[in-house]
Structure formats: C-alpha cells, structure tokens
C-alpha cells in the first residue's frame, strides 16, 4: 500500500536521481549530505546506489559492516519487490533506509531487479534519492529517467564542457521513456515520477585547488547562464569531511561550508524547512519619546 506522500513531496514525485559527468567529483556525498537535511525536516527518505561502475555508498556512510540487504542481495523474479518488506530489510543510517551496491559480495543486479527495487522505495518512503553516478542506470530504468535530476557539475572548463554533453545524455534518456507505450501521467505520479522540471545543477569547486585558482576557475554566474537559474553553488570541499570519509567514519553531520548550497537544493526538492520562531517576522519596535514636563 503506497503511503500517502506529505505536502512536500506530493505532485512533484518522490524520485529523485543525482548524476554527473565525471567521477570524484563528490556526488555521492552531495546526495548522503541532501537526505540528511531532508531527513531532519521530518521526512521519510531513502538512499539508492544504482551506480554499478563505482558504487560503496556503505562504505562512504560508514555502514558497510551493519546487517541488511545490498543490491547483490535482490531477488525479482517476477520483477516485483513490497515496498514494505524490502524497507524493513534494509540497513539504516541516520533514521533513512540505505540500499548500497557491494560489488566485492556478489554479482550485479539485473536490470528487472533495480528497477523493482526502485518502485518498491518509492511506495514505502516519502522521497528516495538514487546516486545514478554518471548516468548509465537512465538508459535502462524508466523511472530515474523520468525522476526529477540533480547534476553535480565541477565548475571548470572542463567540467563545463561535460556537463553540456551529460545533460544531452539527461534529455535523450528521457525522451526515450516518454514514448505512446510509457504510463500515463497519472500512473507516474503514484510511482515517484516528476514533473518536467529541469535539471538542478549544483556547481562544485575543484578538488585541490589553491585559493587563488579557485577564485579565478570557472564563476558560478557563468553556470547560471549557460544552465539557467536551476543552477546552485559553489560547493566547497571540506577538508574534515574528507578525512572522515577516507578513514571510513562516514558523514557525521553537513559540514558549514556547505550547509547553504545543500540546504537551498533541499528546498528545491522538498517544502522549505519552517523559519525558527525567533527568526519569523516580528513587528519593528517603536521608540517612544518622553514628554519633557
């Protein structure tokens, strides 16, 4: 039985798949960093690794040792998992469900299998976020090609380059799904599907770079004219977060630097967090003179 989806989610599709042009760019952890967040505002969320090149979201979470299901571990035959029951097998982080791909434990999933288990996230959690890594899983999964996208875009020459051939790539596998014989509007609005929103382009700072270089690579404002106002950032890398992740303690929290971008793209996919009572807008005070007697 498909929950019912809070005001945050509802209309716009609980599905939401993060891409990228290239490898080690932090997409991973930009997706991890986006549930957490969403997580904090009281909704259910899930987290999908549905990239088969790289994958280890276990690993970069800090969980890969904790009993539960991976994706070597699926089993449809009938190209139909409960949404229930496969959420209730899965190992949890921060309150949010985590279906890794551990390659070292066996052989990759079937197409049937992946996609089963994305329709089964999303009937049993408010929003499911896939890291789809550069995009492979879109070309066979219907549901991430039609789900709302999230690119992770390295602000460079370089990075901008790819990112205009890798949002073609965004736009021809959705073509593809979007065929007479796809569902109809109404069936992928239960099913995670969004709208035809475009793509959200976080724009992320090269690794590496010195002060000085970072301030003169690509600016954020080109981004925006090139990929329109859906474009956020940049995302700074924080030198404590890495460490913590290559020495295998996962993602203790979002780190400051990063908590804007990462929360402005959480507002963008789920309702804004509600303003704290002090920070609401209060009536200014007025200074009343004295009358002199």
């Given at each position: 039985m498909t929950p019912k989806s809070p005001p945050a989610v509802r209309g716009r599709g609980n599905l939401v798949a993060f891409t990228s042009p290239g490898g080690g760019i932090g997409l991973t952890t930009l997706m991890a960093m986006c549930g957490l967040t969403a997580s904090k505002r009281g909704i259910s969320c899930a987290l999908m690794d549905?990239?088969?090149?790289?994958?280890?979201?276990?690993?970069?979470?800090?969980?890969?040792?904790?009993?539960?299901?991976?994706?070597?571990?699926?089993?449809?035959?009938?190209?139909?998992?409960?949404?229930?029951?496969?959420?209730?097998?899965?190992?949890?982080?921060?309150?949010?469900?985590?279906?890794?791909?551990?390659?070292?434990?066996?052989?990759?999933?079937?197409?049937?299998?992946?996609?089963?288990?994305?329709?089964?996230?999303?009937?049993?959690?408010?929003?499911?976020?896939?890291?789809?890594?550069?995009?492979?899983?879109l070309r066979t999964i219907p549901e991430l090609a039609m789900a709302r996208q999230v690119v992770a875009v390295e602000l460079s020459a370089l990075g901008m380059a790819r990112a205009r051939s890798h949002l073609a790539l965004l736009s021809q596998a959705r073509n593809r799904a979007l065929n007479p014989q796809s569902a109809s509007d109404?069936?992928?609005?239960?099913?995670?599907?969004?709208?035809?929103?475009?793509?959200?382009?976080?724009?992320?700072?090269?690794?590496?770079?010195t002060k000085r270089s970072a301030s003169s690579s690509v600016a954020l404002r080109e981004a925006i004219e090139r990929f329109g106002d859906e474009a956020l950032g940049p995302l700074r890398?924080?030198?404590?977060?890495?460490?913590?992740?290559?020495?295998?303690?996962?993602?203790?929290?979002?780190?400051?630097?990063?908590?804007?971008?990462?929360g402005e793209l959480a507002d963008r996919i789920v309702a804004p967090a509600p303003q704290p009572r002090a920070a609401r807008h209060r009536a200014p005070k007025t200074k009343t003179r004295r009358s002199r007697s």
């Open positions: 549905a990239d088969l090149r790289g994958g280890g979201l276990g690993v970069l979470l800090g969980i890969e040792h904790e009993p539960g299901l991976t994706l070597q571990d699926l089993n449809a035959p009938l190209g139909h998992i409960e949404g229930n029951a496969l959420n209730h097998e899965l190992p949890q982080w921060e309150d949010m469900r985590v279906l890794a791909h551990a390659p070292w434990l066996g052989e990759d999933p079937d197409e049937w299998e992946l996609q089963a288990a994305v329709k089964a996230l999303c009937e049993s959690n408010d929003l499911v976020l896939v890291d789809a890594g550069r995009g492979d899983a109404g069936d992928r609005a239960g099913t995670g599907i969004a709208t035809d929103d475009p793509p959200l382009v976080v724009g992320v700072e090269p690794r590496g770079a890398c924080d030198p404590a977060l890495c460490a913590d992740i290559m020495n295998g303690l996962g993602i203790r929290s979002v780190p400051k630097s990063a908590r804007q971008v990462v």
